[in-house]
């Protein structure tokens, strides 16, 4: 295992930079996912660390060495694609094991290292199977065992779950998460799902547009997001985002006053879904669509001309076109310039 250290990383295709001076420290052992919307660099990012993509400028290092000038079959990673990449005429054990021949490793410590990969996803039944008699999740735990045959000192994923359906990736969530903590792998993973972010990351770098908004646990980036992007990209469903007033220490929005930081200007006041309350002092809400889940009542609402989203742990019976009231709960607000986006105090 190693640490992976990324400094002042820039790409550009021709004249266009498309990732613009990045920084990131992974500690050895470490989860982290690259999260953020399609282009905004971090399957880039990715391939450049994998050495699939030359940089321009700035080093990556994989351990003690600087890996820039080095092939992907000499930086000891390992990849797992979105597209599985599997042979079709191999079975599982040959598919799994070919990394390993074609470095010359003996057969049989290619064997041994086969079942012990295919015993930890679960595999072993099926190392006599072509890729075609397999199903989507289990043609993605070849994939991955053909990474842990190899023991390399990094795993980087590539958007791994995107073809599986719902019930599939939370399954393999859950099987990628049981793996880092068995292997302790350092790990990067791609992903463009906040939620996969989210569940599976130490932590969390949320990308937009080849830059870097902010790095922190998810927890962190939920909680303190640093800007309105952050805090409208982590999070599903998104935070509301409400137009304001700041007048030294009052916050004011619409008919209701709230604490603020010193300052004046315009703002807008950042409230989750899961905070807003029902209160006959709250602000008046039209709900448009009622969506019941069983756990949980997600409402979608409009307060003047902005949708609004609210969800409640408790079964309410609201109907299409009703008024409601609902106030921000003062207790978990956040507030943000509403020029810059950036969070303030």
Do not use: W
Not at 43 to 58: F, K, V
Not at 111 to 133: F, G, M, N, Q, W
Not at 250 to 256: I, S
Not at 280 to 287: A, I, N, P, T
């Amino acid at each position: 295992m190693a640490d992976v250290k990324i400094e002042e990383i820039r790409k550009s295709y021709g004249a266009v930079e498309v990732i613009h001076g990045l920084n990131i420290d992974i500690a050895d052992g470490e989860f982290v996912a690259l999260v953020g919307p399609s282009g905004c660099g971090k399957s880039t990012l990715l391939r450049m660390i994998a050495g699939l993509e030359p940089i321009n400028s700035g080093t990556i290092a994989i351990g003690e060495r600087v890996v820039n000038n080095l092939p992907p079959s000499g930086r000891d990673i390992a990849m797992v694609f979105q597209t599985y990449a599997l042979y079709p005429h191999k079975s599982v054990a040959e598919n799994m094991g070919f990394a390993l021949k074609v470095a010359g490793v003996n057969r049989a410590d290619i064997d041994r290292r086969v079942r012990e990969a295919a015993e930890i996803l679960s595999l072993t039944e099926y190392l006599d199977r072509k890729p075609r008699h397999l199903s989507g999740g289990q043609r993605q735990r070849v994939a991955m065992g053909r990474a842990i045959v190899r023991d390399p000192q990094v795993f980087l994923f590539d958007e791994p779950l995107s073809n599986l359906d719902a019930k599939l990736r939370i399954q393999m969530r859950t099987e990628i998460k049981e793996l880092h903590q068995r292997l302790k792998t350092t790990t990067v993973f791609v992903t463009h799902d906040q939620i996969e972010a989210m569940t599976l990351a130490d932590r969390i770098v949320v990308m937009q547009g080849g830059r870097i908004e902010q790095i922190g646990s998810p927890l962190e980036l939920y909680d303190n997001p640093a800007n309105e992007f952050v805090a409208t990209f982590i999070g599903a469903p998104s935070m509301n985002l409400l137009p304001g007033t700041l007048n030294e220490g009052r916050v004011t929005v619409a008919d209701q006053v709230f604490a603020g930081p010193s300052g004046s200007g315009q703002v807008r006041l950042g409230v989750r879904p899961e905070h807003l309350i029902l209160a006959e002092d709250g602000l008046e809400m039209e709900v448009k669509v009622v969506e019941p889940t069983g756990s949980e009542t997600m409402v979608f609402l409009k307060f003047g001309s902005q949708d609004i989203t609210a969800v409640f742990r408790e079964r309410h019976a609201f109907l299409p076109g009703e008024v409601i009231r609902l106030k921000p709960d003062p207790a978990h607000l956040h507030l943000f310039d509403a020029e810059t986006g950036q969070r303030i105090g």
